[in-house]
């Protein structure tokens, strides 16, 4: 079966640049930029990067296109090298920035392959989260001008990131979103027959055999298979894997003998060790000659293409094999060669087995102490991947928890009005069946009961819910007027006695430039704490441009990424103790992303509508250990909460492996 990373490679060097004169662009192209694109794709098609890169350095560009082109085939051939350096990124998003000012479908097209080129550096780069934001920006480009085709390659590139780093739910996501553009815009692609694959390959890794054995035969079962022979191959090796789980052997060999056909056929060896390695593991039963047989292809090909894991599997397997049938000889030599080469590598399971089988050889010679010291090394590494084994399998039901209650929301999101009827339906004969007077006369007490508890509960939470904002309130504006008047005294006292003090030192003509400049740092630093404290730009130009203006001093002062989007078209207006604490409210979280959670890249946006204001804040930090008792550091989010409670909204956050998110709704006053 194909592995995921030998997967993934193949769609990133093999598919990140499929023909770029793309028929259902409609701008016109220069016979220059095809016959340079044209050139250059075929440099970079026979591996010769460097005769690319140095051609689009050395040839002056005829146009626009031509310059655009240059760019994106420069930077390609740098990327196929893996070689991922500042200049890509440079080159690249000037580029973006030059072709965002263009409205027409091809420089749209040139500047959704950009921001893929952006998206494969980060990845590189092992930055996932913006890696994969520019990979979902340009499927979204390639959609809005029908480039469906690449839309999906996207998508199913960001699944298989998704489920490389261990996040299937959100990797099945992206899978059948690709699934369903491509249901909706059939294209001659292998795109489909990949996705489908993809989505068999990960419920098989979750040991949803059912489900993965449909995916598998969606593709067998297609008459267009028949055109992309690598993958009918891998789909029949997949399908033997899905029936020897299942132990069904006859349908297994069968499946194998597809699959060794169509490998032999496609000259794919390296897949043929496997299949020749389980179709002796299935004979062993039936025809051990038969199975030592396979077994000895096995690793005859294995050694050819220097498989060490496969090696060690294949000589186990041998060894057991001749230890059932008495050749304790050769079983012996050929599991103390298997222990050897598992130096090279760091496969538990592998080295417990063969301890396991030494431990058992030792004891046939009746070397019971070394049987003894085998079987004790065999129990130390069995007792690990025990323990690892019952992680594993916690982990594995909880990604199948999370696809089911996806699944689940799904069902129910598309759940058709006539079920609905007929559950109503049903609902109505329960009632009627449970008419009569005395019965709806004691329905109609108890109702009156529990109606009348319930408004006394709801009292009750009304006046407690009032006092929790009475005192929030009381809380926010308290800080704020300290604020205020720690920044006057800031300003007016200690900033004034710091330039007496700097204009004291100028006017003594001293030469001691080090106290000179201490001076001047703590004048810049007492401005920027009074700006913290109060800034000045949110009482003269309103609440966007002080945001902007906090965001470019958090990037001067922490050399963090800090992009702010903000939606005025339908801005509503605000008093300004309102702007005053959205304003806070942004900037407590930017100072938890960045300093407790050590976040270097923060995406912030806000937008209004007749509800409200929206404010979304998404970053890629980590939680650092705590090393002290501090009630800030072990919660530094009660002052945003009560910020939040003040101002009758709702607050959000969440986690995931590539940072956090921050959701805040603040409704119309």
Partial sequence: MQTRATHFTSLLFIALWLTFSYSAIGQTISSNYL???????????????????????????????????YVLQRNRAYLRQHDSHDEVQRECLEAHKLLQAKDDSLYKYMDARILELLGHFHYQRSNLFIGLTYLDSAAIVYQDIGAHDRSIYNLNMIGTIYYLNDEKAKSIRYYKQALHLFEKFPTDSSYYFEVLNDLGNLYLSLEQLDKAEAYYRSIYENSSISRYPKILANTFANLGNVSQRKEMNTEAIFYYRKAQEQFEANGDSSKLGLIYHNMGALMEDSSANRAMEFYLQSLEIKREEEDTEGIINTLFSIARLEYINGNYANAEKNAFEALELTKATTQLAQKADLYKLIGLLE????????????????????????????QENIYRLEQIYDLERQQEIIDNFEESSEANKARLRKSKVINYALGGASVLLIIVLVLLMQNFQQIQKTKNTLYKKNLEVTAAEALVNGQEQERQRLAHQLHDKVGNHITVLKNHIIAKGTNDDELLRIVQEMSAEVRNISQDLMPPVLERFGLADALEELCSRYRDQTEAT???????????PMNNDDQINLYRLVQEIIQVSLFQYRANYLLIEMRWNEDGIWVAIEDNGTRRVRTGDDELVIHPWKGIEH?????????KRSSHNQGNEYKVYIPRP
């Fill in 363 to 390: 004891s046939k010679k009746r070397n019971w102490q070394s049987a003894y010291d085998y079987n004790l090394k065999y129990q130390e590494i069995s007792d690990s991947i025990r323990l690892i084994a019952d």
């Fill in 643 to 651: 910020r939040v409670q003040f101002l009758k909204g709702e607050f």
């Fill in 562 to 572: 800090i992009d702010l989007n903000i939606d005025q078209s339908e801005m509503i």
């Fill in 35 to 69: 016959e340079e694109n044209k050139f250059l794709d075929s440099l970079i098609s026979a591996g010769d990067y460097e005769a690319a890169i140095e051609h689009t350095l050395t040839t002056p560009p005829d146009n626009f296109q031509c310059k655009i082109l």
